[in-house]
């Protein structure tokens, strides 16, 4: 395996010192060494991957110098506009060195999410026309990629791929952990949420350890999952997701639950969901400041207004809790008021689109299964469950 010391210090002895990107769990040891050993200017957690390509080249404009953006592969989608219209030789010709994690390598069991986006990993490459190396494990075979990569960037003024597959990198222990005080889980609120909704809405929830806590509810609780819409992959879309669906059920409420990297990631969605202002959109954001389902790197969560922002984009209100008790009494005044005053079938009162916060602590339960339906099993069992 190839220490994250030796790897990040071979970058930073050829000039290579500015790191932007969205972390991943292939890449948690050398995030976590970059956390700890680049200040934090020089080190961005971007909202989505596409912004730390844009962080990579204002940083090559100020000083000539080249740039690391650090992804999963499920990123790769966001960085083709980028690539293709702002890096690219035939535009601007701008060098990045691109650092991917490859989940859902074939051969290598995974995620149903990973699967179609292991298999196109270097594909997308190849067309996009960006060398690559798949990183040797072996430090001393990896050393000469790594120098090679060096030379496309720094002397050819290329963009290039390193693709990281499972378990290349040793581990790393993060020293620098942002700490904070809330005391309530992701999972207990969760629980709280689901068990304030009522038998006919719907639920879009969002990629990663959400998902999976809402499936192992249902479980415990002996409900069928047919009102839940897992969405395991395209991060950040969950709630337009569910504003597609609440627009067409107005008579069911349809909640969002979301994470914070997620909605950062494509926050600008918030203006869309405001602007079509559906009354039975509650969109429920649990904030623990982390990409936390990926090894719990930071997000800017914690650090902005979201209620705030919601009013401000347009929501019709917004509520924060960070204790069950908070919580429990702001889910009885949505479900009161817009039941109270619900003449026909669909709800009036105060009008959603509403944003619930839940301030939330870092971490899950080391035991959390996986969802164990497909996702395709999921969509009928959802499309079935909204034609009543
Ligand atoms: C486009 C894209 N980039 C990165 C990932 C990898 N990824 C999966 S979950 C996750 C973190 C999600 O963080 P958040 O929404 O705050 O939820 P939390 O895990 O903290 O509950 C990341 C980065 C992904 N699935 N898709």
Redesign the pocket.
């Known amino acids: 395996m190839i220490s994250p010391k030796f790897f990040i210090e071979t970058l930073k002895a050829h000039d290579i010192n500015f790191f932007a990107g ?3 769990s292939l890449l948690k040891n050398v995030c976590a060494y970059i956390t700890d050993n680049i200040d934090s200017r020089h080190n961005i957690i971007a909202a ?2 596409g912004a730390a390509v844009g962080l990579a080249a204002g940083y090559h404009l100020a000083t000539g110098k080249v740039g690391v953006v650090y ?2 592969n ?2 790769e989608g ?1 960085i083709i506009n980028p690539l293709a219209s702002l890096t690219d030789k035939e535009v601007y010709n701008i060098p990045v060195l691109l650092l991917i994690g490859w989940r859902g390598r074939p051969g290598v069991h995974d995620e149903p999410q990973h699967v179609k986006q292991g298999k196109v990993t270097t594909g997308l490459l190849n067309v996009m026309g960006i060398n690559y190396e798949v990183l040797n494990k072996e430090e001393e075979k990896a050393e000469k990629q790594i120098l090679k990569a060096i030379d496309a960037v720094n002397n050819k003024h290329e963009v290039f791929a390193l693709v990281i597959e499972k378990d290349t990198f040793d581990t790393y222990k993060l020293q620098n952990v942002e700490k904070n005080d809330l005391t309530l889980s ?1 999972e207990e609120a969760i629980q709280t949420v689901a068990a304030a909704m009522d038998g006919r809405d719907a639920v879009v929830s ?5 998902s999976r806590e809402l499936f192992e509810y249902r479980a415990a609780m002996g409900q069928g999952h047919e009102r839940d819409f897992l969405t395991v ?1 395209s ?1 950040g879309h969950a709630s337009q997701i569910a504003l597609g669906i609440a627009l067409e059920k107005p008579d069911r409420r349809i909640w969002c639950f979301d ?4 909605t950062v990631m494509h926050m600008g969605s918030m203006a869309i969901v405001a602007d079509k202002a559906p009354k039975n959109f509650v969109h429920v954001v ?1 904030n ?1 400041g ?5 090894g719990g790197q930071p ?1 800017v ?1 914690l650090k902005i207004n979201l209620p705030a922002i919601a009013l401000a984009a347009g929501y019709k209100a917004a509520f924060s809790a960070e204790t069950r008790e908070t919580l429990n009494s702001i889910l009885s005044t949505i479900n009161s008021q817009q039941l109270n005053n619900s003449t026909t079938q669909q709800f009036n009162s105060p009008e959603g689109p509403i944003l619930l916060e839940v301030r939330v602590k870092k971490g899950n339960r080391p035991d959390l299964g996986r969802p164990t339906t497909t996702p395709i099993q999921n969509k009928e069992a959802l499309m079935n469950f909204l034609k009543d």
């Not at 994470?259 to 997620?262: K, L, M, Q, V």
């Not at 982390?290 to 990926?294: E, G």
């Open positions: 969205v972390p991943d989505n991957e992804m999963q499920s990123g966001n992701r969002t990629t990663g350890m959400i992959g991060m994470g914070d990297g997620a649990f623990n982390a990409h936390d389902s990926v997000t969560g």
